[in-house]
């Protein structure tokens, strides 16, 4: 079977730590490659050989934010098609619309909780290569996840 690649920037060791361990537990084929802005969230895309199935972002880092790494993002030929999931502590609903309108597949709230954390995580994952539209749909009810589709 082959690796499953998931691209994570979040300045939050600890958050990138659970996230990471939550990915473990889910599935021993998906590596998690971190990085603590967006800036080198982009230079590790770009340097990378194979395209991460998802790219989580942050809104809220130092140097180059989730919000600037989303629009360079949906601005390069080689990079606009990876689905974006905008990761935050905020649900606030500008917040929510501003991802939408740029171009974010999703909206997740981070839960404090790992095991919600792993739930979520776990039903992204789990259709990566399918396309995971269909299955979130049924998880618009989550607290946590606020579709763009």
Known sequence: ?????????????????????????IDENIVCHCAENGDKALKMLKNQDKIPSVVFLDLNMPIM????????LKSEENFKDIPVIMIS?????????????????????????????????????????NGFKEPLLNLEKNKYLHLFL
């Open 1 to 25: 079977m082959s690796k499953k690649i998931i691209l994570l920037a979040d300045d939050d060791q600890d958050d990138a730590e659970m996230f990471c361990e939550a990915l473990a537990d």
């Open 65 to 72: 934010n989730g919000w600037e790494c989303l629009k360079q």
């Open 89 to 129: 502590t905020s649900s606030h609903k500008n917040d929510m619309e501003a991802a939408g309108n740029l171009g974010a597949f999703c909206y997740f709230v981070k839960p404090n909780n790992f095991n919600d954390l792993k739930q979520v995580l776990g039903l992204i994952t789990s259709n990566l290569e």
